[in-house]
């Protein structure tokens, strides 16, 4: 086993890392995962505040045994420094899980996953590592649709799994959480897929 490997399997951490564009709802969703409460249920922690270059938090598994670290990156790909060009091994190195997270009332937020996609299969390529999982997350089910689904069955050949939350209402936040409990120890018994 590599020794990083072995290291996060006896330390019970997990890293992931979440793309997506600017508002669509990744610092949320780790906020909720962690507080295991919905944004509507938390004092004012509706507001946005826009990730300047990363932020790296944590949330625990169901049985709060196992700790996944969590890699948010800002949604701007435009700005003069974004941590998959400047710093790309803080951002992909060592990643056991990647979610792509899309808004239901943005479509062009579904179309830009293409772009983070490219992103990310470009840097395993380049550095000859293996590409983690991808699951696909549709954030504000709470919110009007305008997004025409046919572009998600595109990209689920893909990916591991396929999520619709709120992190507004808490809806499908649960199931989420599940399914995250569940890949860590996928992790860690090694049945990782490609
Ligand atoms: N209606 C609704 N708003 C949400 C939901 N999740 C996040 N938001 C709001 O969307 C805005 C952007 O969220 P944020 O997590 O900062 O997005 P990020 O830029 O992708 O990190 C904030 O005002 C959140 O309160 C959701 O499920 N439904
Ligand atoms: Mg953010």
Known sequence: MEYLEFVKSFKKIRKILILG?????????????????????????????????????????????????????????????????????????AVDLICFVFSKDNAQSLIDLNQWVNITNNYYQKTNSKVPPFILIKNKMDLENNIDDSLVELMMSSIKGYFEISCYDGKGVEELKKWFSEFFIECNNGYREK
Not at 27 to 49: A, H, I, Q, R
Not at 65 to 87: E, M
């Open 21 to 93: 564009s600017g508002a669509v709802g990744k610092t949320s969703l780790t906020k909720v995962l962690k507080s295991e409460l919905p944004l509507k249920d938390m004092n004012g922690d509706c507001d946005y505040n826009r990730t300047l270059f990363v932020e790296i938090d944590q949330f625990k598994t169901k049985d709060k045994k196992g700790t996944f670290q969590v890699i948010d990156l800002a949604g701007q790909l435009g700005l003069p420094i974004h941590a998959t060009r400047d710093t790309p091994k803080l951002a992909f190195s």
